[in-house]
């Protein structure tokens, strides 16, 4: 079965640091390009960052850029987000997603998606 | 940025046709993807590549896409297709995924 489970979430002061996990399984994980995509409570679908097959090209939304960074370890078939200078605005709920097709980035939809792991920010 | 633009809300009886808009400049020439959200559920991509389906989604949902506005139809609507519906692009502009702001669709 084809599953990504993500895990790391919890609850962090402002300013502080978490690191996001999703596992992948079912599938060659080292075929696809991967993405980080966030939900806060009661709003819409937010792209927070996505990530090539071979770890070549990497994007970031505005919103996080210059405190988060993905990363992909293909041999532990695991994605990362290692999320920095923490903020109130960042509390969601983080989802990893699949790209559809192998070997595309961006240009491409989100076939496969985790269950979601809750980050709150707040003091 | 690249903005796209759905309402909020589209409300429609059981059985008939439910048509949710898209909005963008120029979005005809870019791939559309659509995804449904039921409450505490992941999204699910139902169209890809402006009205290609994933299997296991049924043929009722389809979508097309010209000029400034890319659509998801939904025919002979269900209860359980009651959701969020968002749709998504690639800005090559910008090199970053768009989200729609997502529309509730209610079935009556």
């Known amino acids: 079965e084809v599953q990504l489970v993500e895990s790391g979430g919890g609850l962090v002061k402002p300013g502080g640091s978490l690191r996001l996990s999703c596992a992948a399984s079912?599938?060659?994980?080292?075929?696809?390009?991967m993405n980080w995509v966030r939900q806060a409570p009661g709003k819409g679908l937010e792209w927070v960052s996505s990530i090539s097959s071979s770890s070549s090209y990497i994007y970031y939304a505005d919103s996080v850029k210059g405190r988060f960074t993905i990363s992909r370890d293909n041999a532990k078939n695991s994605l990362y987000l290692q999320m920095n200078s923490l903020r109130a605005e960042d509390t969601a709920v983080y989802y990893c997603a699949r790209a559809d097709r192998v070997a595309r980035i961006g240009d491409c939809g989100m076939d496969v998606w985790g269950q979601g792991t809750t980050v709150t920010v707040s003091s | 940025s690249y903005v796209l633009t759905q309402p909020p809300s589209v409300s429609v009886a059981p059985g008939q046709t439910a048509r949710i808009t898209c909005g963008g400049n120029?979005?005809?020439?870019?791939?559309v993807h659509w995804y449904q959200q039921k409450p505490g559920q992941a999204p699910v991509l139902v169209v890809y590549d402006d009205s290609d389906r994933p299997s296991g989604i049924p043929e009722r949902f389809s979508g097309s896409n010209s000029g400034n506005t890319a659509t998801l139809t939904i025919s002979r609507v269900e209860a359980g297709d009651e959701a969020d519906y968002y749709c998504q692009v690639w800005d090559s502009s910008s090199d970053s995924v768009v989200f729609g702001g997502g529309t509730k669709l209610t079935v009556l």
């Open positions: 120029n979005i005809g020439s870019k791939s």
């Open positions: 079912g599938f060659t994980f080292s075929s696809y390009s």
